[in-house]
């Protein structure tokens, strides 16, 4: 763990499997949400890292970072933040730990995607410097806030 993360925020591990998965049920209720199996994997044995960030012993946000081999750009796959922690900050700092671990890794590129109707995540991306690419009509099987659509964003990690 790097030293210039936030001092609440550290790589998740098997124990917060579950506590992971509490969040993002809160976050993504129903069938927009990824299961306990989905989640455990992402953590544990996709090419990807986890952080959380806690308050004491409790998990208030995660985000998971994917990577694909011979790729320059880091994928954020998913940041939740618990719904009673939300406008704190925590996003932002998540987002900077999961950028700093895709420097440490060489990438060039950070990319997400989210539901063009998700105003608090839109407004958080633009805050942290992520640009519009483009928009992917129907990118999601379920409708996520009123939308099935996704803004693709991305933002540079590494300086040319």
């Known amino acids: 763990m790097n030293a210039k993360h936030h001092s609440g925020i550290s790589r998740a591990t098997t124990d917060h499997i579950q506590a992971l998965f509490e969040i993002e049920q809160r976050c993504f209720p129903g069938k927009t949400s990824y299961s306990k199996q989905q989640l455990g994997h992402l953590v544990l044995h996709a090419n990807s890292t986890c952080f959380v960030e806690r308050q004491g012993e409790v998990i208030r946000a995660f985000v998971i970072v994917t990577y694909r ?42 990319q997400l995607e989210v539901s063009e109707g998700n105003e608090a995540a839109l407004e ?23 939308s099935r659509n996704a803004i693709r964003m991305v933002k540079a990690v590494k300086v040319k």
Request: a positive charge; glycine letters at 10%.
């Open 69 to 110: 081999r011979g790729s320059l750009t880091g994928h954020i796959e998913t940041i939740d933040v618990d719904p009673a922690f939300q406008n704190q900050g925590i996003g932002l700092m998540l987002l900077r730990a999961a950028e700093a671990d895709m420097k440490q890794r060489d990438m060039h590129w950070s």
């Open 124 to 146: 958080l991306y633009r805050k942290a410097g992520y640009k519009f690419k483009e928009k992917i009509e129907g990118y999601y099987k379920y409708e996520h806030n009123g």
